[in-house]
């Protein structure tokens, strides 16, 4: 059967996410998720859809989504592409824009999928390796058709100065997406980048700030000809009748993502706080999680004892530059206190 398929999917690895527990009562902190509810709009809209428009096809170039996002960032409705997830935006950003004798660049370590989608399209790879506390320099003479600028980074939760990026988008020839995917708990975005620079797009997704990871919903902005290469390659109907009018109301309630990130980022600061003075290295997290190496415990082992107290962390133990650190989601106030004394009594036991 082998010889069935391409050789590049036989050679490449597929993309592992996160466990999905079916346990009830596991205190989930391993996928990055908004433990808060979404928008009072979302429940509001479901009640109101019309069944009968299921049998129809969705509005294939969301118009009206498109509007309430343009409105958003002060562009037009053309600077703006939505997609299934914002990982269909990075899937069709190396088709648009990577010529088969070209390459794409990323952080390493970063999202974990940027290399998986890089070898579905058989292009070449051009990792740029992190210092030891994961600072960002390119080495000279860097070139590639595409860079994945993932900030805040993930799995580190640093976020690069916006000085920086630009710096590096106006002397970079190839495209840029910033993935900005953490950018609504951060201090700072990229968002205007995209809209004064040719070759920038600025990708945001629903699944963290809004509380709507599973309805996937994901955009980008960016010049009108980028935007349009992208409307040209992808599917027909990309995003569902029921994603696109949910999203929608939710862009739309600001109110309620605002106060829902507010608390994550207090309660990061709480248990950021705790966690060093219990001993561990804890990032600068500009995300919903935190990015942190226990000291005195192997983090493997703290891995599983948390998990044998039902508390899911993730842990990427295949990556020699991540093996050493633990990522922690933000969950609700309850969760982090039960996940904190979880891991006083594993260091005291």
């Not at 969705?58 to 053309?78: Q, S």
């Amino acid at each position: 059967m082998s010889n069935l398929i391409r050789k590049s999917v036989r050679a490449m690895s597929g993309y592992v996410p996160g466990e999905q527990p079916k346990d009830a009562d596991m205190v989930k902190l391993n996928t990055n998720e908004n433990p808060y509810l979404p928008s009072a709009d979302v429940q509001d809209i479901l009640s109101m859809i019309d069944i009968s428009e299921l049998s129809r096809y969705p509005d294939p170039v969301c118009m009206e989504l498109r509007k309430v996002i343009a409105e958003l960032h002060g562009c037009e409705v053309e600077n703006v592409f939505v997609g299934n997830g914002s990982d269909e935006v990075l899937a069709l950003c190396i088709r648009a824009f990577v010529e088969r004798e070209g390459s794409v660049g990323y952080f390493e370590p970063s999202y974990s999928l940027y290399p998986i989608l890089i070898d579905i399209e058989d292009v070449e790879k051009k990792p740029v390796a992190l210092n030891v506390g994961f600072g960002w320099q390119m080495p000279e003479d860097y070139a590639a058709s595409l860079f994945f600028l993932t900030n805040p980074n993930a799995p580190t939760s640093l976020q690069y100065s916006k000085a920086d990026v630009e710096s590096f988008v106006q002397g970079f020839d190839g495209v840029v997406l910033v993935d900005e995917a953490y950018a609504d708990f951060a201090k700072e975005n990229c968002m205007d980048l995209a809209l004064a620079n040719d070759n920038v797009l600025v990708a945001r997704t629903l699944s963290k700030s809004y509380s709507l990871a599973g309805i996937r919903l994901g955009y980008c902005v960016g010049h009108v000809e980028l935007i349009g290469a992208l409307h040209k390659i992808k599917d027909s109907y990309n995003v569902n009748y029921l994603t696109q009018e949910i999203a929608r109301v939710a862009i739309l309630d600001q109110d309620t993502m605002t106060a829902n990130v507010q608390a994550i980022v207090e309660t990061r600061k709480l248990v950021a706080d705790k966690l060093s003075e219990l001993g561990f290295e804890v990032c600068d997290s500009q995300t919903n999680f935190l990015w942190v190496k226990p000291l005195g415990l192997r983090p493997k082992s703290l891995f599983e004892e948390l998990r044998k107290k039902n508390i899911l962390v993730r842990y990427f133990e295949n990556d020699g530059r991540t093996k050493d650190y633990l990522r922690v989601t933000i969950g609700t106030a309850p969760e982090m206190f039960q996940f904190m004394d979880a891991v006083e009594e594993i260091l005291n036991g």
